[in-house]
């Protein structure tokens, strides 16, 4: 198995709602990042999880909170979300940090309204 | 830290013909070079990488890129494109040893579009 899975693939929700991005993979990989991209644009980083443990938080507001339950899971908790959030959120994995390149996954297409 | 160039953020080509998509980097530490591919509505896509060794790198789409440190250039060329090619090329970096360890650092992103 080498892909990366997200879950859901789209989703709409308002500024008051809390919901949950999935990432999910199965290459043994203790490196897992999380990504922001807007249209248009490079991905920016926003977490990396090295051995399930919080290595770099870029500066993100606190209605995002990471979470990475086992080696193969990363979740992306979502609050109070606000409109210019609505982007494409993409997972990543690669066999340790800083190692070798970072797969992606084929991301969530979140909308706020 | 690390930055990337990609002076082309729109290139349009016609199909057969062939084509470059260039990058040009920054860093004081040596680098890992990767292309990214990005279709419409999906993820990105590994295309190719650089990491040691020889500095022709090849995918098995017929892509090939060659690193040259003295220019610190890392440009993407294809000699003959398709239709299906069209999609956002993104060059990025990572410092092989550092405080930055582990950031991937991404151009803007060129454009390619095949015209029949």
């Known amino acids: 198995d080498t892909e990366v899975t997200q879950t859901p693939k789209h989703l709409v929700m308002g500024m008051t709602n809390k919901k949950s991005l999935k990432c999910e993979q199965h290459?043994?990989?203790?490196?897992m990042y999380w990504y922001k991209q807007k249209a248009k644009k490079p991905p920016e980083l926003m977490f990396v999880?090295?051995?399930?443990?919080?290595?770099i938080n870029e500066s993100v507001p606190s209605r995002f909170s990471p979470e990475c339950p086992n080696s193969s899971l990363l979740n992306l908790h979502l609050h109070a979300l606000q409109p210019e959030d609505s982007a494409l959120y993409l997972c990543?994995?690669?066999?340790?940090?800083?190692?070798?390149?970072?797969?992606f996954g084929p991301g969530t297409r979140l909308t706020v309204t | 830290a690390q930055s990337v160039t990609q002076l082309d953020s729109q290139v349009p080509v016609f199909e057969e013909a062939p084509v470059e998509l260039r990058c040009n980097y920054s860093?004081?530490?040596?680098?890992?070079l990767f292309w990214y591919v990005q279709y419409p509505n999906q993820g990105l896509q590994l295309l190719l990488k650089?990491?040691?060794?020889?500095?022709l790198v090849e995918s098995i789409n017929g892509f090939e890129a060659e690193f040259n440190k003295s220019q610190t250039s890392f440009h993407l060329r294809k000699p003959s494109v398709h239709i299906s090619d069209t999609a956002e090329y993104f060059c990025?970096?990572?410092?092989?040893?550092?405080?930055?360890?582990?950031?991937?650092?991404f151009g803007r992103g060129t454009q390619l579009t095949v015209w029949p």
């Open positions: 990543a994995s690669s066999p340790r940090q800083g190692m070798v390149e970072q797969y």
């Open positions: 290459m043994g990989h203790r490196a």
């Open positions: 999880y090295s051995y399930e443990k919080l290595s």
């Open positions: 860093s004081s530490v040596s680098v890992y």
């Open positions: 650089y990491l040691s060794g020889s500095t």
């Open positions: 990025a970096v990572s410092a092989v040893r550092g405080s930055t360890l582990g950031r991937l650092y």
